[in-house]
């Protein structure tokens, strides 16, 4: 059976650690990585009767987006919930792990399924983060004797296979220029080409590859493995260049233009809210941002992407004049905008492990939040 760090591996190959934000505390928070699954639930927020939940339906790992232990705990003795759950998940070994931000910043991730929700067409990240990219370049010797082999695309190869190379939606991009390499093999060296002490001139081909940041080990292991020199000569460059596929909130088009009035509606039926805070609005709305959870913060990138919309939760008071009258706001609540993520953990367990194990949805209420409609 796979096992608690399998699990971990290939939610963090969706949604990296590197992504989450600096206050966050995502991944393995408690639990054995070396046992193996028996079940998992999945839950927008653990609280102890999730624990119990798991246990009784024969679940030893339990999948939130929300961390429980957000910051340090300086002593396990009850005396409040997330004590509480820590010590229940100890003492039952259920295994907790939580993607939080991570799964925010990612494409695929939490604002992909709530935009799916609400049909929205072409969505793209609506504040792509930078410092995300770096540049490898490296060089391959290129004499006619080892173009039967292809060394530069046997490099490529790894490269892209351990991360690199991809630009958004393209894949295996890189650029090749020919050039001359030299170099002088130096004493008890084992050159691949020349011989000691003696200078050699190599006709080489420049390689160079986008790879994000939190890869640069395994791209530059993968390098070492897949290039014939003994000493690889490269170098990594740390880009500014926005990550279009990571950064917070997403944008998108509805099919069709809607008043503002059927707009809300529309986030009513779809995302089964009660109720709905809004700012007035008098146009259609076409164009809609939105940011799953608490992204007030977000509002001003909502009006400099020509949003007509923007959906998302925990909106203060004061927060809902930053609308300018330029866009709707819409604060549907900070549950109910993320409601659907466990849709996100569900789909990337089963395409990972199929159904070896049983994977099933908290029928554990958690929302802290009631309506009196």
Same mark, same amino acid.
């Given at each position: ?10 939610? +963090?190959?969706?949604? @990296? ?76 070994? #259920?295994?907790? /792990? ?49 173009? *039967? ?17 991809? #630009? ?18 130096? *004493? ?14 190599? @006709? ?23 290039? @014939? ?5 490269? +170098? ?9 596929? #990571? ?41 809609? *941002? ?26 203060? /008071? ?49 929302? @802290? ?5």
């Amino acid at each position: 059976m796979p096992t608690v760090q399998a699990l971990a591996q290939l939610l +963090e190959a969706a949604a @990296p650690l590197a992504y989450q934000e600096s206050y966050d505390n995502a991944g393995l928070q408690c639990g054995d990585p070396q046992a193996e699954i028996t079940g998992v639930l999945i839950t927008l927020d653990c609280t102890p009767a999730v624990v119990a939940e798991a246990v009784r339906r024969g679940c030893n790992v339990v999948v939130a987006h929300h961390p429980v232990i957000f910051r340090p705990l300086q002593r396990l003795t009850g005396a409040n919930e997330v004590e509480q759950t820590i010590m229940a998940a100890l003492k039952n070994d #259920v295994a907790i /792990y939580a993607a939080h931000t991570n799964l925010d910043n990612v494409r695929g991730g939490v604002n992909d399924k709530l935009a799916e929700k609400l049909g929205l067409t072409h969505p793209r990240t609506l504040a792509p983060q930078n410092g995300r990219l770096a540049r490898l370049t490296t060089y391959v010797p290129n004499r006619p004797e080892d173009q *039967a082999a292809d060394l530069a695309s046997r490099v490529l190869g790894a490269l892209y296979a351990a991360g690199a190379g991809q #630009v958004g939606q393209y894949a295996a991009c890189s650029f090749r220029a020919d050039g001359l390499g030299t170099f002088t093999p130096g *004493a008890g060296t084992q050159p691949a080409i020349g011989q000691e002490n003696r200078p050699e001139t190599v @006709p080489e081909t420049r390689l160079e590859v986008l790879l994000p940041l939190h890869r640069q080990a395994a791209v530059l292991g993968a390098l070492r493995q897949a290039h @014939p020199y003994e000493e690889v000569a490269y +170098e990594v460059v740390k880009l500014e260049n926005t990550h279009q596929d #990571v950064g917070a909130g997403l944008v998108g088009e509805l099919p069709g233009p809607l008043a503002p009035a059927a707009f809300r509606a529309l986030l009513k039926e779809q995302l089964r809210v009660p109720v709905v805070r809004f700012t007035a609005f008098e146009r259609e709305i076409k164009t809609v *941002a939105l940011c799953g959870g608490a992204g007030a913060f977000l509002i001003g990138a909502a009006r400099a992407a020509g949003a007509d919309a923007y959906v998302t939760g925990d909106v203060k /008071y004061h927060e809902f004049f930053g609308a300018e009258g330029r866009l709707m706001l819409c604060d549907v609540g900070h549950f109910e905008s993320e409601q659907f993520t466990g849709e996100v953990f569900r789909d990337l367990l089963l395409a990972g492990f199929g159904r070896t194990f049983a994977v099933l949805f908290a029928e554990t209420p958690t929302n @802290p939040v009631h309506y009196d409609c």
